[in-house]
């Protein structure tokens, strides 16, 4: 089966390409998937972000480390700045929407609803298969960590997660507060394995940063970007491979302009789309052969005598009619594929010059 003839099978083509483009194509792919629903944005709202005591700033010399579990409450009560190193951080089995906004029911374009929930919970301890999990929906959700102290103790941090990524000790400036009733339960799950207290939690997060809607408007920006970046670069690639194909396959300056011959009579000429080549040009049909001219440039891409067609065979691309004329002798992988409204015309002529369907 020719799975350029059936649109069903059109991605097969894929294995068709030569190696550096699939390549390309799957690159393409993995930074789109990335960017869509992994990669963490937090740093485009913290772009120009100053140092100070304000919740989510860069801590200045004035924000205090935490040391030890006594500490903790000291903060909360006091309402002191604090911060913490984020050496050796546990990651815990929780994440919290980075916008809060986007919780609760949403209707998609084929009207099914889905419930959004503020928390999403994982199986404790956490396995590979759930880090895996947080990860793909790591553009929405912050994790939840354990951070140690001195006595030996740790305290719950909530952060932006690109904070991992940056270089430095410390994290953000954030204030202890009570912890809500989904951060109470995961840790008194994790209380039986590290020695933790479950009220409190050091929120680092500046709420209110992120919007769900602006966010996803910037992400499907960007795809849109690269997708147009790296098609440009399949064009630029394509252009050079049909220059290359005119050199090699144009037809000699003696024949180069399409003129009768003598006793020749022209059957039928019509415009048409060379499929093969990527152009548009004039194909006719004369009693003694088979011509078809670029429009540009007026050059002659082929030139068969009758003799030299073995036959034709038809069908159609998303109902729009398709021919390839099959050369007797060919020795080069050409293809002579033309697609257009004007195609059963140019089957007409061909029947009318003795050609006939293969």
Not at 186 to 198: I, Q, R
Not at 230 to 259: G, M
């Amino acid at each position: 089966m020719d799975i350029e003839r059936n649109p069903y099978l059109a991605p097969l083509l894929f294995f068709r390409l030569p190696i550096h483009k699939q390549i390309l194509y799957i690159l393409e792919g993995i930074f789109i998937l990335l960017l869509r629903i992994s990669v963490p944005s937090g740093w485009l709202y913290d772009l120009g972000l100053k140092t100070g005591t304000e919740q989510g700033q860069k801590p200045d010399q004035s924000v205090q480390i935490i040391h030890t579990q006594n500490e903790v409450e000291d903060f909360h009560f006091k309402n002191t700045p604090a911060t913490i190193l984020k050496n050796n951080l546990i990651q815990c089995p929780l994440g919290r929407l980075r916008d809060p906004g986007y919780a609760g029911e949403h209707t998609n374009s084929r009207k099914i609803t889905h419930e959004i929930s503020e928390y999403t919970f994982f199986t404790y301890p956490l396995k590979y298969t759930d880090k895996i999990s947080h990860w793909l929906i790591n553009a929405y959700y912050n994790s939840y960590y354990l951070a140690p102290l001195e006595d030996g103790t740790y305290v719950c941090v909530y952060f932006d997660d690109y904070l991992m990524l940056c270089p430095g000790e410390k994290l953000h400036t954030g204030y202890v507060r009570y912890a809500t009733t989904e951060e109470k339960r995961m840790l008194h799950t994790m209380k039986k394995d590290y020695e933790v207290n479950p009220v409190y939690v050091l929120d680092m997060y500046r709420h209110g940063k992120v919007s769900w809607v602006l966010d996803s408007m910037i992400r499907f920006i960007l795809v849109i970007f690269i997708i147009i970046f790296i098609q440009s670069l399949f064009k630029k690639s394509k252009k050079e491979e049909k220059t290359q194909y005119s050199k090699e396959n144009k037809i000699t300056k003696e024949e180069e302009k399409f003129k009768l011959k003598k006793n020749e009579v022209i059957v039928g000429c019509a415009q048409i789309y060379n499929r093969h080549m990527g152009m548009n040009g004039r194909i006719c049909v004369t009693n003694q052969r088979v011509c078809f001219m670029g429009n540009i440039t007026g050059d002659m891409y082929m030139n068969l005598s009758l003799s030299e067609i073995a036959g034709y065979d038809t069908w159609k691309i998303l109902l729009t009619p398709s021919i390839e004329i099959h050369e007797k002798y060919t020795q080069k992988n050409i293809r002579y594929q033309f697609t257009g409204l004007t195609v059963k015309k140019l089957q007409g002529w061909l029947e009318e010059v003795g050609i006939k369907e293969l």
